[in-house]
């Protein structure tokens, strides 16, 4: 159990909450500065979303607790002074060139950021996953020179991966945007 206060509790379990960031910022708008939000959520990979949104935006993220299938995010609001301005990566690829330039068997790395299971599931044929998570500690599997388009589900997640190879030397990395969520292209499933 928990023992740290939230101001306000943000519920994004199930299907209620399918972009757990996108209400998260409008939530935390709402807080005073030093305020507490308590984000609830089922999916494993908001984890790794609630930590590097408050890397990117300056507010304090706190940590998570487990309870059962229930993830509780605790996340401080900022003061104005902290808080940063949210930037995106520059360099996006559509889901329909990325089909393209498969097709036209151009050579790139396609590195999925989603949870395990999330891959398992539906995947583009040939991607390598590395959970959003767990990317920091396994860029070693990662060639720096390799033309890398990073895929989530939504294209949020992938950003924030995006934005953390290239600020670890990566150059030619793309975000690739709308992500699973809108890929129509050939995909692999674990059987």
Same mark, same amino acid.
């Given at each position: 159990?928990?023992?740290?206060?939230?101001? $306000?509790?943000?519920?994004? /379990?199930?299907?209620? =909450? %399918?972009? *757990?960031? +996108?209400?998260?910022? /409008?939530?935390?708008? #709402?807080?005073? !500065?030093?305020?507490?939000?308590?984000? $609830?959520?089922? &999916?494993?990979?908001?984890?790794? &979303?609630?930590?590097?949104?408050? /890397?990117?935006?300056?507010? $304090?993220?706190?940590?998570?607790?487990? @309870?059962? @299938?229930?993830?509780?995010?605790?996340?401080?609001?900022?003061? !104005?002074?902290?808080?940063?301005?949210?930037?995106?990566? *520059?360099?996006? +690829?559509?889901?329909?060139?990325?089909?393209?330039?498969?097709?036209?068997?151009?050579?790139?790395?396609?590195? &999925?950021?989603?949870? %395990?299971?999330?891959?398992?599931?539906?995947?583009? %044929?040939?991607? +390598?996953?590395? %959970?959003?998570?767990?990317?920091?500690?396994?860029?070693? @599997?990662?060639? #720096? @020179? &390799?033309?890398?388009?990073?895929? =989530?589900r939504t294209g949020t997640r992938?950003?924030?991966?995006?934005?953390?190879?290239?600020?670890?030397?990566?150059?030619?990395?793309?975000?690739?945007?709308?992500g699973m969520t809108g890929w129509t292209?050939?995909?692999?499933?674990?059987?």
């Amino acid at each position: 159990m928990s023992d740290i206060k939230a101001d $306000q509790t943000l519920d994004c /379990k199930g299907l209620a =909450c %399918p972009m *757990p960031i +996108v209400r998260t910022k /409008k939530a935390i708008d #709402q807080l005073e !500065p030093g305020q507490v939000i308590e984000v $609830q959520a089922t &999916d494993k990979g908001s984890l790794a &979303d609630m930590q590097g949104w408050a /890397k990117n935006t300056g507010h $304090q993220y706190l940590g998570t607790v487990e @309870e059962g @299938e229930v993830l509780k995010h605790f996340i401080r609001k900022s003061s !104005p002074g902290e808080v940063k301005e949210e930037k995106k990566h *520059p360099h996006l +690829v559509t889901n329909e060139e990325l089909e393209k330039m498969l097709a036209g068997n151009k050579e790139l790395t396609i590195l &999925d950021v989603r949870e %395990p299971a999330e891959f398992a599931f539906h995947r583009i %044929p040939g991607a +390598v996953s590395i %959970p959003l998570g767990e990317l920091e500690s396994r860029l070693n @599997e990662l060639k #720096q @020179e &390799d033309d890398i388009h990073v895929i =989530c589900r939504t294209g949020t997640r992938s950003d924030l991966a995006c934005r953390l190879l290239t600020d670890k030397g990566f150059k030619h990395v793309k975000n690739i945007i709308p992500g699973m969520t809108g890929w129509t292209g050939p995909t692999d499933k674990t059987n």
